[in-house]
């Protein structure tokens, strides 16, 4: 009686039959109407009813479970409700007017309750033995119940939800509404009122959970005693509403999928439902192949972080910790599933594989989250199911789709951080090469190497350096391998270089020391020379990604050393911190940080470290800068503490040491970026007194010349400083002659700075010290020039004319002796026999360098002799005449007898002479002109280009005249003055004292093909990242003159019209056909920096200034017209002419395939669609107005003049018309001869087109390929399998209906193939296409590449690749996917035929 009792608030007997029937009828899939007062009744149903009724329930259910031997009891529940008159079939129409109320999406808290507690009486009612034979089960009403889990848990709660406290929802009516302009609508008001009906306190959204555990525990009770064998929808169904649940809450502890477990203890839903999806699994619900493949299908998603519902594409979902956890235990169910029902699950663990590689999206935390899936998942393999994993996965690396390629390079790293399988682990002998980590690194991972994808290229760069740091000593055995042979070679040809020498710390991380032997063979020695080179190019490629991972693959191999540590090597790092993109520059900066901390020891590191770090203080970047300024701080100033004899240095004081005597000796050049940090340091109070102190004990130290070094920089920074300690190192200096002339001159500039706080005294003293070391002249230039600058600083004051008077005391006493010791070389017949060449260039330093200080002293007799040092001799340099010529005749400039060495340094101190006169720099400048011309000797050229450049700064205007003598020095014959003159001329012109005037411009352009690839890299670097960044417009401004300067055109009357000598004009002409390519390269180079704003007007500007002058025969049409002509059509048929955003459109890379994307990046692919369409419009526009009238005009002049540059033409339409080719009457509807003509040629290319491409594709022997693959085809057992309609499944064949039409080639295709393949190409192993039907494309979600390098299409995969269906896919339908198998292992069938073309066999027996 006392389920009687507890069915009472259902009012059945109420409930009218026709009612009950109506439901029935329906089919459970609409709520019927019912009175009002019946409905409001039940309505009136709290959950204390619904409880109680579960519980008497679940009692008998119980009992009758516990009593199956007593037949008397089996049917208990179901004789009460007989006995009783309360019909079945009324309870559960009632119940699903509950469920179906509930399922409303505005149903309040009371019908969600209601509807949840109502479905779990339906399962509860469902398990207890005798309901089929009462009719209770119904497919659609159980699987409405099941849903109920979905549909009463609020979906948006987190969108709808009010961030302040929320009322019950038993109160709505009281709850206020928010303000809303007048404005609005009523129908945005009622969509507001809805979303609020949506909200939910945390008391409701309580009651509803518990609701929903109620719902399923009833369901876990159902499916351990309920079959769903012959119950294939709910079967489906079950793991789709489990997986869902997953997310629901997060879960406490770790989850326990152990069987048999007692569903009252389980708490959290989402461990309901992974014991749900386990119960799925068993044999009791139907073929557990099938169940199992269900399972696995719904976590492939949960597993690749995807929310997929019944139908459409999956979405992303954001990688938070909860999605994050409930990937893992996903990862462990499946893995707890696999090792239960082992051979069951491993082929379908293979299937789930193979749909998380190829699902996978190219977002790096998906991809890195699925490859750590696919390597926990792979663990639980035996070796041969994984070895035929890894063979696939070799396959599935060479997938047309970019993604692919790279998560096949992901996945090779996670198998690397796993212990490596043993051979003899392996069934099949044939499988156990792919154990092997070595496999994985050669056969995967380094053969992408070659990838057409930069991203992939990058990404295995990056992982190979990664392999080196992998525990396992296969792993680094088989990195060095590949490098070896180079190794070893380099060993032995180097022989005692620093790096190659030194062993390798031997750790578990690190090679073994062990000797590299080289095969008898060759082989080997050229993959590993091919392997190296092919490391440097990448680490120049155009790609900064790749340049990025290529820097960080040749630190861990030279970290590891698996390449020598030779300067060469080393210098690719230190280069790249001066690269172009920001980031390469930060990357290059951390590499060789890495390089340092492995190798602090060896000295060639630490000079790669100084000529990275240090010139980066001035990088353009101010990020770069701070990163260059911190590794200089971290290493250089923090390890500098109070010097000690009795202490050790400890590793990294002695590092520091070491580099600051680098820096003072070897590395001087790098002195002004090191002035640059300190005063930037200075600005930022690095340098206390105490710091300052400690570095001052240093001095004292093996290591002093460092010390001084690093003091002569900052010692400024700090008045209260020990100058008792640098006086005695002063009158040591004085005294010894042990001290190096570098440490020398830090200490004279140490002094200097002092000398403001020392006493007069001390600066006598000094200043006598110094002026005795100065007349013997027995110092170095370095010293003289050092010792006049402190000189300098002592006599400093506050009044200019006591210091000037200082300076002409001293320095003019200099000068006086100097001139003395001149004139008794110059003026003296019989001087020049007996003269100590390193002593006349001691004076004449000194003369130039005391000059500068004392421009008063210098007579015009000193000015003579030094300009007598270039020149011959002359009676008139005797006469102190107060004028000189302003140019003096060509016999003046006849070599004299004075050395090399003699006449350049004349040049450098007259030229220091010149800076102070303004009246010497007119009388000379002709001098240093005419000896440009006129001189043979390098260095007094080099020098007077130096000298010229400075006075430009000084006297610019003077000096423009002459810009075109020292831009002539740009084509001489000697490399190190171009380059001297390259530098200087863009110092100039990035300072603006020159302007692009004249033929500077073109000069420039010619250093661009200079023989030296050293400056014509320097020249492309400063063109681009210096001097265009100045100037934006410079390329396009200059660009059609370019046309008629180089081919030497002066026909035109605007333009190659400034003037120019003959000799200039010989020097710079690139006219004539044997210098074409460097004129193409010049033209290439300047169009890959226009914008497709100046390639737009530029292509306008060459029809009104070449195309336009030909066509109205104002220019003439010679021989040298001809020339500009065809030369302007060949420069329109560039591929650089085109506009960057119709070919290359922005987000794609040439040349590689577009991935799925995202939503914003789908709306900028829309965007720039119809960007580029206007675009497209507007060009076509102005081609037919603009363009095409020329083109017509010229077309008949050129044919009555029977001109060779009609060919050019032709090939200019053929270029232009291939985006037009099917509005080529529209386009010249002027001249229909010219259309059919263009037609023409445009079908002829097309056909030779599609020829060179069979002939690249096909051969007869792929054909009988084909032709054997067809054959197996029908004769596979396979096809007679039944198919599933679940997406989830073994792939299956290929019907193919119709025979390729193509059976052989004639041989026309073999010498088609001669004239288009060059000689000793190799022969690239392509893919035929499949032909597919429209419904295969519809229903495949994978497909196989069709062009896949070492990859033949075969229909039975083996150990393949699976498919997962569309969703629509019934059971009757064909599934079309194309699968992959290696061409090993085709498949069986008659012999193929083994022809080939002699031309194919020569070129092998040549290759």
Known sequence: MELMSALRFLNLNEVPQAWVNGVWDAEFTEMLPMEDNIEGELAASNERDFRRLYSCLLVLSEEQLQSSSRDDRLQSVWLQLRENGVSVQSLVAVLSFFVLTGNAKAANVQQRVGSLHAASLYLLLLGIPGSIANKVFHEVLLNTCMSASTHCWPQDLGKKRKKGNLKSSQAEGKRSKPHRKETQEMEVDEEEEEEEELNFSSQDLNRIRDALVLLLQSLLRL????????????????????????????VIGELNFAAGQDINELRSIPEMAFYGLQLICSAKHGDQNESVRRVFQRLLYVILMMNKGDRGRPTLLVPGHAVLATRDQAIHFVCHIVNELKEVALPLLKVLLQHICFQIVEKFEFRNHGAQAVGMLTSEMPSTDY?????????????????????????????????????????????????SHQFLIQNLLFARRNDHSPTVQSHVLACLGQCLELPSLNATYAVQNLFSATVMQTVLEEGTTEGSLQQPQKTYHSLPFRTVEVGGTDSLVCDARENIALLIRRVQDSKSTVRKSALQALVGLLKHGVIPMSLTNLSLLSERCRDPAVSVKKKALQCVGEMLNAKPECCLVQKAWLQGVVPAVVDSESSVQEKALEALDHVLLRQIQAYSACHHLATSQRLTWKLLNLLSDE???????????????????????????????????????GAWMLLSKVVAASVKIPYGKLMDAWDNMVSSKDVSVTTCCHIMCVIGEISAYLNEETKDRIVDDLMRWLKSFSMSLELISAAIDTLQ??????????????????????????????????LNENGTQNMNEELMVKHLHTVGVASLNCPGRVSKRTVLLVESIITAHSDKFLDCQDELPASLPVSQFKANSLPTKVRAHGVITLGKLCLQREELVQKYLPVFARELELGTEVAVRNNIVVIMCDLCVRYTSRVDHYIPNISACLRDDEPVIREQTFIMLTNLLQEEFVKWKGSLFFCFMVVLVDPIPGIASLCEYCLVHIL???????????????????????????YNK???????????????????????????????????????????????????????????????G???????????????????????????????????????????????????????????????????????????????????????????????????????????????????????????????????????????????????????????????????????????PLHRNQLPARLAQSERHVRGLARTRSEGQSNAITLERTDISQGAVNNRAISTPNAVPGVCIDVTFEEGVSAIYSDKTSSHQKSHVLHVRSDENQASGPRPWNVQSPLRQKKKTSV
């Open 387 to 435: 070895a035929h994993f890894i063979k696939w996965l070799s396959s599935f690396s060479r997938h047309s789709k970019m993604v692919s390629r790279l998560f096949s390079v992901d996945v090779v790293m996670v198998l690397l951080g796993q212990p490596e399988r043993r051979p003899e682990e392996c069934g099949d002998p044939g499988l156990a090469c792919y154990l």
């Open 1058 to 1120: 400034f003037p120019q000598t003959e000799r200039e004009k010989v020097r710079f002409s690139l006219k004539g056909p044997q210098h074409r390519e460097k004129r193409f390269r010049i033209y290439r180079f300047l169009l890959q920096h226009f914008t497709d704003a100046q390639r737009f007007n530029i292509t306008n500007k060459i029809n009104q200034s070449v195309l336009a002058c030909f066509a109205n025969e104002e220019l003439p049409l010679d021989a040298d």
């Open 667 to 705: 590395c001087q050049n790098l002195s002004q970026y090191i002035s640059k940090a300190v005063t930037i340091w200075i600005k930022q109070n690095k340098f206390t007194v105490t710091f300052i102190t400690n570095l001052i004990s240093h001095t004292e130290a093996d290591h002093s010349a």
């Open 1122 to 1292: 001809e020339g500009i002509l065809a030369e302007t059509f060949n420069i329109l048929t560039l591929k650089e002419m085109k506009l960057q955003v119709i070919s290359h459109p922005p987000g794609t890379a040439a040349g590689e395939e577009q991935e799925e994307a995202n939503m914003t990046t789908m709306a900028k692919a829309v965007l720039q669609a119809a960007q580029n369409k206007v675009v497209s419009q507007v060009r076509k526009k102005t081609f037919i107005e603009n363009t095409v009238p020329l083109i017509i005009s010229l077309k008949h002049l050129l044919e009555q003049k029977q001109s060779t540059v009609l060919k050019d033409l032709t090939a200019y339409l053929q270029a232009t018309m291939q985006d037009y080719r099917h509005e080529v009457k529209e386009f010249f509807a002027g001249d229909e001869q010219l259309a059919a003509e263009v037609e023409f040629v445009l079908k002829e290319a097309e056909k030779e087109r599609e020829l060179e491409n069979r002939m690249d594709n096909c051969s007869l022997n792929e054909d009988a390929k084909m032709l054997t693959a067809q054959v197996s085809v029908h004769h596979s057992p396979v096809l007679s399998r039944r198919r599933h309609p679940f997406g989830f499944s073994t792939p299956q």
């Open 793 to 826: 600083q002592l006599g400093r004051s506050d009044d200019v004319k006591e210091t000037q008077a200082f300076m002409n005391l001293h320095c003019g006493e200099l000068v006086s002796i100097s001139e003395d010791y001149l004139s008794g070389i110059i």
């Open 223 to 250: 499916l351990q005693t309920f079959s769903l064998k012959d119950k294939p929808q709910i079967a489906c169904s079950c793991p789709l509403i489990f997986s869902k649940l997953l997310y629901f809450e997060p």
């Open 1028 to 1054: 265009l960044k100045k100037s934006p417009e410079m390329f396009s401004q200059h660009f059609i003159e370019c046309i008629y300067h180089f081919n030497s055109y002066s026909g035109h009357n605007s």
